[in-house]
């Protein structure tokens, strides 16, 4: 029974909690069960926090029995929070070092809305140190493994709430996304992954990456859970002054639309610069059908041409470390977090003791590349060339947005690879980000959605949709109609939808 | 890439960049991150291939000025919580190490004196 609830999607769980068929204590019990079974295989979590997710089951059963309503439609839903969002009861570490330990004083606003909507909080997921990187393999407490291949990465930074998913150790989870770090470990592990509008959810109480990138976003196994939980965690918050004030796109409402199976007047853009060269045959040859199943279902395909784009790595690698190199400049030893004194040391000294000890090479590495592009004599020919290709890119979004409604892409140019493959190549890694990185740069909302598997690998393969600025409901609306096919696909095919067919892991006891 | 580059950072750049971080970077690290700057640095200089001369920069996504709230007193955090994940603190303050050396003023100390 209870390995059964850990099969479920948050929308059914919902619904037996709501209707009182299981409790949201067994449901949270469920999945803790579950981690503890299997997390040491995945590395999924840095910190789970059992009392506190059967604490907060606990008030919700108690509210449902006393005849109230349900606090949201995901009341007694659990989930795995990414550890870059501050918790009072948890520790928050940023995957770092150099917060070891830290509990911060206050929720971000996104804990704090998934607590007043009576979704428990199992605990802090795994992520690459600060959110740089794509395989979570720089997180200071070790990688994460992909439940599909533990001998491989799960993508990154969000590696440990994707994980957590296809490990069936939460139905839902948190991620951030900068450079893909939501949609990348989404199509790595298949699973649904969102990156809302810039704005779109608050970031107070989001350790900052880069701030003018950075957006907290949902991860579930199905489209119309992460509409859920969308729906749960976004909109205005007058704590961050960079949050949107304006509603929050009927996402649930685009989703049960899409799922229907009508596409007829949508028109979808194929992005001529995402694919070809570069990309893996297989993942090439399950994004390519994807585009064909939506024509089936009456989009109309367009293609569209976004020239800039091919820019947008190297932009984004000096806007971002730019952005870290200032945004990183608070952890000092002083005031939080790790400090390193050798006894009569001097202030800068015990700061640059400390750094050196507490940030891994990457952090190190982007903090050094951002104090060199915005040196002066370097600027204008890095950061502040960079900003206008961050303007053509915003103008080649607007130009394919007036030819289609939605755009889409692969999601990543593989499919996960082994752990260590990219450890020591830094630009190799970063190559990762090439298809996720515009949107970022634009500001506009994109998701991925799992577009079957690999031919030469058997690995999941995620297609990206990507829509205008607070256009999400657009993008749900094609993505639920997405997966409805693809399941029905499989269904015809006699195969187990695509999420279940994750081999099963070495379960301890 | 790399062959783009015609090795635009040495590692005294390197070491130098360090310093101004505030990172006490080991030898080893500034051999190894010399190498790996260049390469980056030679892939991002890419964005130099773009005539962008009369494009205005974009530094947020979202064109936003001067985001106000109003001027009103409101909760916030005690300074005990404040102090709670301080390293150290002394009579309600943060205890820091000491700011002033004996000899030359911070700056130059910082660019001479700090250990490579």
């Given at each position: 029974?209870?390995e059964?609830l850990?099969?479920?999607?948050a929308a059914?769980l919902a619904?037996k909690v ?5 409790s949201?204590v067994?449901?949270a019990?469920?999945h803790?069960d579950?981690?503890?079974a299997v997390?040491?295989?995945?590395h999924a979590?840095l910190h789970?926090g ?5 604490a907060?089951a606990?008030r919700?059963?108690?509210a449902?029995?006393a ?6 439609p995901?009341a007694?839903?659990p989930?795995a929070?990414k550890d870059?969002?501050t918790?009072?009861d948890?520790?928050t ?8 330990g830290?509990r911060?004083p ?8 998934l607590?007043?909507?009576g979704?428990p909080?199992?605990g802090k997921?795994?992520?690459?140190e600060?959110?740089m990187?794509?395989s979570t393999e720089?997180s200071?407490?070790?990688?994460t493994?992909?439940?599909w291949?533990?001998?491989?990465i799960p993508?990154?930074?969000g590696?440990?709430s994707a ?6 150790e939460a ?7 900068t450079g893909g770090s ?10 649904v992954?969102v990156?809302?509008?810039?704005g779109?959810?608050?970031r107070?109480?989001l ?6 990138l950075?957006?907290a976003?949902?991860?579930?196994r199905t489209?119309?859970d ?9 909109g205005y918050d ?12 009927d996402?649930?409402a685009a989703v049960r639309?899409?799922a229907s199976g009508?596409?007829?007047g949508?028109?979808v853009g194929v ?5 070809g060269?570069g990309?893996?045959p297989?993942?090439?040859?399950a994004y390519r059908a ?7 279902l009456?989009a109309?395909?367009v293609?569209?041409?976004c020239?800039h ?5 190297a ?14 400049a608070?952890f ?5 977090g790790?400090r390193v ?14 750094r050196e000890?507490g ?5 190190k ?15 204008d020919a890095?950061y ?6 961050r303007?053509?890119i915003a103008?080649?979004?607007a130009?394919?947005?007036a ?6 892409s692969?999601?990543a140019p593989t499919t996960a690879f082994?752990?260590g ?5 830094p ?7 090439l298809?996720?990185i515009?949107?970022?740069l634009?500001?506009?909302?994109a998701?991925?959605v ?9 690995l999941?393969?995620g ?5 205008p600025a607070?256009g999400?409901?657009?993008m749900?609306?094609v993505?639920a ?5 693809r ?6 095919d006699a195969?187990a939808?695509l999420i279940?067919?994750?081999?099963n892991l070495e379960?301890h006891? | ?11 005294d750049?390197?070491?130098?960049l360090a310093?101004l971080a505030?990172?006490a970077v080991?030898d080893a690290?500034?051999?190894?991150f ?11 200089a890419?964005?130099g291939e773009?005539?962008a001369?009369?494009i205005p920069?974009t530094?947020?996504?979202v ?10 007193r409101?909760?916030s955090?005690s300074?005990e919580?404040v102090?709670?994940g301080a390293p150290?603190a ?6 820091v190490?000491?700011i002033?050396?004996d000899?030359p003023?911070m700056?130059?100390s910082?660019t001479?004196?700090?250990?490579a």
């Amino acid at each position: 029974m209870t390995e059964e609830l850990t099969r479920l999607s948050a929308a059914a769980l919902a619904a037996k909690v709501h209707s009182r068929e299981v409790s949201a204590v067994e449901v949270a019990r469920a999945h803790l069960d579950r981690i503890a079974a299997v997390d040491g295989a995945v590395h999924a979590f840095l910190h789970v926090g059992a009392d506190s997710a059967l604490a907060a089951a606990g008030r919700v059963d108690a509210a449902l029995a006393a005849g109230e309503a349900p606090a949201s439609p995901l009341a007694g839903v659990p989930l795995a929070l990414k550890d870059v969002f501050t918790t009072a009861d948890m520790p928050t570490t940023c995957g770092s070092r150099i917060l070891e330990g830290w509990r911060p004083p206050y929720d971000a606003t996104v804990t704090a809305r998934l607590r007043a909507a009576g979704v428990p909080i199992l605990g802090k997921t795994n992520m690459d140190e600060f959110a740089m990187g794509s395989s979570t393999e720089h997180s200071a407490y070790g990688p994460t493994r992909n439940p599909w291949d533990t001998g491989r990465i799960p993508g990154g930074s969000g590696g440990g709430s994707a994980a957590s998913l296809a490990a069936f150790e939460a139905p839902l989870a948190i991620g951030t996304d900068t450079g893909g770090s939501i949609r990348q470990p989404a199509a790595m592990t298949g699973t649904v992954g969102v990156k809302p509008t810039y704005g779109g959810v608050s970031r107070y109480g989001l350790v900052a990456c880069a701030s003018s990138l950075d957006q907290a976003g949902p991860c579930a196994r199905t489209v119309l859970d992460a509409a859920l939980l969308h729906t749960v965690i976004a909109g205005y918050d007058p704590l961050d002054s960079t949050s949107i004030d304006a509603p929050v796109p009927d996402v649930v409402a685009a989703v049960r639309e899409g799922a229907s199976g009508d596409l007829a007047g949508v028109r979808v853009g194929v992005v001529s610069e995402l694919g070809g060269e570069g990309y893996q045959p297989g993942v090439e040859r399950a994004y390519r059908a994807a585009v064909q199943r939506l024509e089936k279902l009456g989009a109309e395909v367009v293609e569209v041409s976004c020239p800039h784009f091919q820019y947008g790595l190297a932009a984004y690698y000096l806007i971002l470390p730019s952005e870290v190199s200032s945004n990183l400049a608070r952890f000092d030893a002083m005031r939080y977090g790790l400090r390193v004194d050798p006894g009569g040391a001097s202030a800068e000294e015990v700061m640059a003791l400390t750094r050196e000890a507490g940030f891994g090479p990457e952090v190190k590495r982007r903090i050094i590349l951002g104090t060199y592009a915005l040196s002066s004599g370097y600027y204008d020919a890095y950061y502040g060339q960079a900003q206008k290709v961050r303007t053509l890119i915003a103008r080649d979004f607007a130009a394919a947005f007036a030819q289609a409604d939605v755009l889409v892409s692969p999601t990543a140019p593989t499919t996960a690879f082994p752990l260590g493959d990219k450890l020591d190549d830094p630009l190799a890694m970063y190559l990762n980000d090439l298809a996720t990185i515009p949107t970022n740069l634009a500001g506009v909302a994109a998701m991925s959605v799992p577009c079957g598997l690999a031919e030469e690998d058997g690995l999941p393969v995620g297609l990206q949709v990507m829509a205008p600025a607070l256009g999400e409901a657009a993008m749900y609306r094609v993505g639920a109609a997405y997966e409805a096919a693809r399941d029905a696909d499989d269904r015809d095919d006699a195969r187990a939808p695509l999420i279940q067919r994750v081999p099963n892991l070495e379960v301890h006891a | 890439m790399s062959a783009d580059s015609p090795g635009t950072i040495s590692r005294d750049e390197v070491a130098h960049l360090a310093r101004l971080a505030r990172l006490a970077v080991t030898d080893a690290e500034l051999d190894l991150f010399a190498g790996q700057l260049d390469v980056i640095l030679g892939a991002v200089a890419r964005v130099g291939e773009v005539a962008a001369d009369d494009i205005p920069p974009t530094s947020h996504a979202v064109p936003l000025q001067n985001v106000f709230r109003a001027d009103e007193r409101r909760p916030s955090l005690s300074q005990e919580q404040v102090l709670a994940g301080a390293p150290a603190a002394e009579d309600g303050r943060f205890r820091v190490p000491r700011i002033l050396d004996d000899e030359p003023p911070m700056g130059s100390s910082l660019t001479e004196g700090e250990p490579a």
